[in-house]
């Protein structure tokens, strides 16, 4: 374990530099907040019709989202992205570790400094100033803090999945804005997941993309019981294991039929 441990360590202090860009996308956060938060303000004041959220719960839903966007978006490393391009990325076949892992531990620690650069800041700023209200009690915070873990490590293994179509495609707009069209319609980024039709609710309880946000935001609120952590958590747990072993099949096929060029 020690050289992941090393990996993410040394990812984490690097991206951790970046501090400018984590306040612009901050205050950007912070900003689109405030606009979604007038806008469901103007819901519920014009709408005598009976809301899945109350007010209050709907404007806790806003911000736990503003705070947990950029975890949740699944880019791909554009590091990784430039190494595919220039061909660099055959020094990543000759390092004496498990290449999965390696990609795992980048996307993992990408997520890891995004949360204490953005995710913290934003969430303290709305608890204080902003009517974000604390977690429903003791246990729904416990739920919460496990299902948002679970959703760290499911989002990274959906990231990581994406790096490795790069062997195939070369460059990743494509798969990005494949992956980021589904988080922010599937995971409640845009429209939280209760306004969705009935209909739609099993496709999106099945689907990841609700273990990435919405799951946990509604343990948060209190929307949902904190006992149902155990099956949240089986769900999250087997979409993490079933694409850990995709991503290691695909990894596979794809290195069998590696043609680096460039330089």
Partial sequence: MSPYIAIVSARIRTLLQYRIAALAGMLTQLFWGL??????????????VTQPLTYGQAVDYIWLGQAMFAVTMLTIDQDFQEMVRTGTVAYELLRPIDLYGLWYCRAISKRIS??????????LIALLLLDLHPPSSLAACGAWAIATLGALVLTSAISTLGSITLLWTI????????LNVAVLIFSGI?????????WLQPLL????????????LRFYIGQMPPES???????????????IILGRLMLAAGLRRLVIQGG
């Fill in 35 to 48: 606009i979604r938060t007038m806008l469901f303000t103007a819901l519920y004041s014009s709408s005598s």
């Fill in 114 to 123: 995004l949360i204490v650069l953005r995710s913290l800041p934003i969430f």
């Fill in 171 to 178: 460059a990743g707009n494509g798969i990005n804005q494949l």
């Fill in 190 to 198: 845009i429209v939280p997941l209760p306004f969705f039709p009935d």
């Fill in 205 to 216: 309880n099945f689907l990841p993309f609700r273990d990435l946000l919405d799951a946990p």
């Fill in 229 to 243: 952590i155990l099956i949240l958590a089986a769900h999250q747990l087997a979409w993490i294991l079933g694409l």
